[in-house]
């Protein structure tokens, strides 16, 4: 059973590796209809002894964010949304069990992500290059295509149909190559090397805030926690002059200079942030409890909106996954939420106190949770449980973080 889990895993990584996102909403059902069959299988395996009392807080977040569907607007869009979130996310942390977190089967799974994550870098390189992209230019449309590669300001996005989006899945990646590099094995440090220089260049070339933001913190997290202060320093100093160097150059550039990462544009502090950020202040004011409903922000726009213009339908959103979750599920549903983000950190701290004995476990560990705190940062910048490739991708790295504590 657990290679056929492991050939699963495999297979479901390649597939939100190389299938946009409108792919992956046309065939959304057989995805989901695959992973709830897999379970099915696995549940006989282990039985009740499946579920632990420990895992309350999964529970109580996937309750919570529930029972908004029973007084959204639009209880249909509601939930469907409910479902995209929920499903995946359960059978994906209970079929990530303890023995794909160690030995052979992690490793295979952190090479598929290494070979995919380098084929997706390698195909947004010729992206940035070129100006082209065939599966958007002949295979689908792409109303970002224009914009990012046909303008001549080109922002690649590969097999990940949104810059942002494929900037989100290199930055979950890029932890997976670092393991590969730290291996013995010269042919698989030399792929993890090759594969984290890639995830790297191109998550720059993405252009993306807060998949910078996010990179950020995941090599702050992983400097900090291993102790390398004068190395922490050194790195700090060298973004503080990209920065500096950014702010002096013409767009798409300046987005990392200090003044599009704090205030200008859509930057941290900008009018465009606090706009958002007051109108969901006046819905949790207006329903505090469970919120609008799923997906209900957009629907509801201009009924919170302050301002009398029009706003372009792709702006008509929160832009920050933690707004999006509180305005639509309320103070209940957002409570839900940050019980089950912290209950997983604390228990990946505490599993990291057991595994000093065991440097290489306890490398992986701290790998894995840089991803998921690195993805944590990215989603204050866009809605990233919308997207199905970032979505998995995030439920992935959560069953890891379960699987590698569950033997704690």
């Not at 499903?87 to 942390?93: H, K, R, T």
């Not at 010729?126 to 230019?137: M, R, W």
């Not at 609008?292 to 959103?317: D, N, T, W």
């Amino acid at each position: 059973m657990r290679y056929l889990k492991v050939l699963f895993f495999c297979c479901l990584f390649a597939w939100i590796s190389f299938f946009p996102e409108p792919v992956q909403g046309e065939f959304r059902f057989y995805t989901y209809g695959f992973i709830v069959i897999l379970f099915l299988i696995f549940i006989p395996e282990k039985g009740l002894s499946l579920f632990k009392a420990s895992d309350y807080p999964l529970w109580c977040f996937l309750i919570a964010i529930s029972i908004n569907v029973f007084f959204a607007q639009q209880g249909n869009t509601a939930l469907k949304t409910y479902l995209d979130l929920a499903v995946p996310l359960f059978c994906i942390y209970y079929l990530m069990s303890e023995d794909l977190a160690y030995g052979k089967n992690f490793d295979l799974l952190a090479k598929t992500i290494c070979v995919c994550s380098i084929l997706v870098s390698l195909g947004g390189i010729l992206e940035f290059i070129f100006a082209y992209n065939p599966i958007y230019e002949h295979g689908m449309v792409n109303p970002f295509y224009k914009r990012y590669i046909s303008s001549g300001i080109v922002r690649p996005m590969s097999t990940q149909f949104n810059p942002v989006v494929l900037g989100t899945y290199l930055l979950g990646s890029l932890p997976f190559n670092f393991i590969l590099f730290k291996q013995n094995k010269s042919f698989f440090r030399f792929l993890g090397g090759l594969g984290a220089v890639l995830n790297i260049v191109i998550m720059i070339l993405a252009f993306s805030r807060g998949v910078f933001l996010g990179l950020i913190m995941m090599i702050t997290f992983y400097l900090l926690i291993q102790k390398k202060y004068r190395s922490l320093i050194i790195f700090f100093i060298a973004l503080l002059l990209f920065v500096l160097l950014n702010s002096f150059l013409p767009y798409p550039f300046n987005r990392f200079g200090y003044g599009q990462l704090i205030a200008e544009n859509r930057g941290i502090l900008s009018g465009y942030r606090f706009t958002r950020w007051g109108m969901t202040w006046h819905i949790i004011r207006d329903h505090p409890l469970v919120g609008l409903g799923f997906q209900h922000f957009r629907i509801r726009f201009y009924e919170f909106f302050p301002f009398k213009f029009s706003v372009p339908h792709e702006f008509m959103i929160a832009d920050n996954m933690y707004l999006t979750i509180l305005a639509e599920t309320g103070v209940i549903g957002f409570a839900g939420f940050l019980l089950f983000v912290f209950s997983l950190l604390i228990k990946g701290f505490k599993r990291l106190k057991k595994l000093q004995a065991m440097p290489a476990d306890k490398l992986r560990l701290i790998l894995i949770l840089s991803a998921f705190l690195g993805l944590l940062v990215n989603a204050g910048a866009y809605e990233i449980f919308y997207w199905l490739n970032p979505y998995i991708f995030f439920c992935i790295i959560v069953g890891l973080i379960r699987a590698f504590t569950m033997a704690g």
